[in-house]
């Protein structure tokens, strides 16, 4: 068996690998120490209190250890668990929120036009830190999930694609659609 120190120094690719390998729940502990924080953070996001992200990161734990076996190392650990906590959130909400966000129908005929540039960045970044916020919690936990992944933690393209597993132009298309509801949302809020 490897020492504490050498588990320690583990890749978190090789890490996994021998979780799974193992099943061996001390090396699954040393998994859980290096991303328990981060994860906390993302569910403390979602769910604005403190007891509730705790369960949450407990429930995705549990979740991740009975699933990592289907980790196949085509994107980095951290943003294939990065992915699995936001889905796992963005379940959360969808399931359990007496909510009910809009759902605006939009015209999208320009989506072809989307570059990286991302022309409408400058709008988008002048919000009101307050304001957005508000309208973050307006727009639907799908739409929240990808802004915060490109804006607040930013993830490239090529690793929100990797993580969502689905294609770059429907990513360009999803921050697009989030970004315009985001804008439409707080621009109501003005008053």
């Not at 540039?117 to 999930?145: Q, R």
């Amino acid at each position: 068996m490897k020492t504490l120190n050498n588990i320690t120094k583990l890749s978190d690719e090789d890490l996994v690998k021998a979780i799974v390998e193992t099943n061996n729940t001390l090396l699954f502990e040393t998994l859980y120490d290096r991303y328990s924080t981060l994860v906390y953070n993302k569910c403390y996001g979602f769910a604005k209190d403190g007891h509730e992200a705790k369960d949450l990161t407990q429930d995705i734990f549990l979740k991740l250890f009975v699933k990592l076996g289907s980790f196949k190392g085509k994107s980095k650990f951290s943003t294939w668990l990065y992915a699995f906590s936001y889905n796992h959130c963005v379940n959360y909400v969808t399931r359990n929120t007496a909510k009910k966000f809009e759902k605006d129908s939009v015209d999208y005929k320009d989506l072809e036009n989307l570059s990286e540039d991302e022309e409408d960045d400058s709008s988008f970044l002048k919000m009101k830190v307050d304001k957005l916020k508000v309208a973050l919690e307006l727009i639907s936990p799908e739409e929240k999930m990808i802004l915060l992944m490109k804006y607040q933690d930013n993830l490239s393209i090529k690793e929100i694609v990797s993580a969502m597993e689905i294609g770059e132009s429907a990513v360009k298309m999803r921050i697009k659609r989030a970004k315009d509801k985001l804008i439409a949302v707080y621009n109501e809020n003005q008053n």
